[in-house]
């Protein structure tokens, strides 16, 4: 999600702040400056259950990866849980 060249890396609900009806992204900790279209990172970071394949698999990943998590978030505000459960992060 290309919001101010910002990769935030950490989308969940617990990050999603809601005042005055208005849906606010928050905790920028895990974030990072985009400093090129499609660069590349490497960082294991983020919760497990939101990030994407790529990161689980510690591949290479771009700005996409917000998309997912944000998928991910989507389709828990839809159905009231995520779409997979495990008991370890693999």
Same mark, same amino acid.
């Given at each position: 999600?290309? +919001?101010?060249?910002?990769?935030?890396?950490?989308? !969940?609900?617990?990050?999603?702040?809601?005042?005055?009806? /208005?849906? =606010?992204? %928050?905790?920028? %900790? @895990?974030? $990072? =400056?985009?400093? *090129?279209?499609?660069?590349?990172? $490497?960082? +294991?970071? %983020?919760?497990? !259950? &939101?990030?994407?394949? #790529?990161?689980? @698999?510690?591949? =290479? &990943? $771009? /700005? !996409?990866?917000?998309?997912?998590?944000?998928?991910?978030?989507? &389709?828990? @505000? +839809? *159905? %009231?849980?995520?779409?997979?459960?495990? !008991? $370890?992060? #693999?």
């Amino acid at each position: 999600m290309l +919001l101010n060249n910002v990769l935030h890396r950490d989308l !969940k609900p617990e990050n999603i702040f809601i005042h005055n009806n /208005i849906f =606010k992204i %928050g905790d920028f %900790g @895990l974030s $990072t =400056k985009i400093l *090129f279209e499609n660069e590349q990172y $490497t960082s +294991l970071v %983020g919760t497990p !259950k &939101y990030f994407s394949p #790529q990161i689980h @698999l510690s591949q =290479k &990943y $771009t /700005i !996409k990866t917000d998309i997912w998590s944000l998928g991910i978030l989507y &389709y828990e @505000l +839809l *159905f %009231g849980i995520l779409p997979w459960e495990g !008991k $370890t992060q #693999q």
